[in-house]
């Protein structure tokens, strides 16, 4: 394990909140897409089922996504500015089948805000541990969205979102087949 439990979870949780945006597409348009996201991932909490929260949510997508693209200063900067906008409180709670893990902002905060905290503290774990590359852009051509590379051997090259992996298989096979052909 890379980082502690509930910093892995929070760090895939981030990306796939990214790629709702990922490919010029958008799977958070409405309160309810964002109710949906958020039992997904397990968030607890308050919500408000708002256009507000949708719209904050909405609002710290490119935010964290910047996060993927970062040098070491830039990230910092973000993550310091999350936390301060939070008013961040960090406290151990334990509760449905998860054991002691981080909650970063106060329980009542909009539900915007609890998600951006928490994945400051996720950040700040990545850096500390000087791993930030772990944070990589999809290798598919073409593919906009991120990934949270958690491998021992640093080796996942593709995004979750669809078929990247495999699409690009296949056009390296057919590419090497296409090539074969030519020397016959
Ligand atoms: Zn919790
Ligand atoms: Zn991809």
């Given at each position: 394990?890379?980082?502690?439990?509930?910093?892995?979870?929070?760090?895939?949780?981030?990306?796939?909140?990214?790629?709702?945006?990922?490919?010029?597409?958008?799977?958070?348009?409405?309160?309810?897409?964002?109710?949906?996201?958020?039992?997904?991932?397990?968030?607890?909490?308050?919500?408000?089922?708002?256009?507000?929260?949708?719209?904050?949510?909405?609002?710290?997508?490119?935010?964290?996504?910047?996060?993927?693209?970062?040098?070491?200063?830039?990230?910092?900067?973000?993550?310091?500015?999350?936390?301060?906008?939070?008013?961040?409180?960090?406290?151990?709670?334990?509760?449905?089948?998860?054991?002691?893990?981080?909650?970063?902002?106060?329980?009542?905060?909009?539900?915007?805000?609890?998600?951006?905290?928490?994945?400051?503290?996720?950040?700040?774990?990545?850096?500390?541990?000087?791993?930030?590359?772990?944070?990589?852009?999809?290798?598919?051509?073409?593919?906009?969205?991120?990934?949270?590379?958690?491998?021992?051997?640093?080796?996942?090259?593709?995004?979750?979102?669809?078929?990247?992996?495999?699409?690009?298989h296949v056009?390296a096979y057919r590419?090497r087949?296409?090539?074969?052909?030519?020397?016959?």
């Open positions: 394990m890379t980082f502690a439990y509930d910093t892995e979870a929070t760090l895939v949780d981030m990306a796939k909140l990214i790629n709702t945006a990922a490919n010029g597409g958008d799977q958070l348009s409405t309160p309810v897409h964002l109710d949906e996201f958020l039992d997904m991932i397990e968030f607890t909490g308050p919500r408000q089922h708002s256009e507000e929260d949708l719209a904050a949510v909405r609002n710290l997508r490119p935010r964290l996504r910047s996060a993927w693209i970062a040098s070491e200063d830039e990230a910092v900067e973000l993550v310091n500015a999350i936390l301060r906008e939070a008013q961040a409180l960090p406290q151990l709670d334990k509760h449905d089948h998860w054991d002691y893990h981080l909650h970063a902002a106060t329980p009542d905060a909009p539900v915007g805000v609890r998600l951006a905290a928490e994945a400051a503290m996720a950040l700040v774990d990545v850096i500390r541990e000087k791993e930030l590359d772990r944070l990589q852009l999809c290798s598919a051509q073409g593919c906009d969205a991120v990934l949270v590379d958690l491998s021992r051997n640093r080796s996942k090259r593709f995004c979750d979102t669809g078929n990247c992996a495999n699409r690009t056009a590419a087949k296409h090539a074969t052909a030519r020397s016959a």
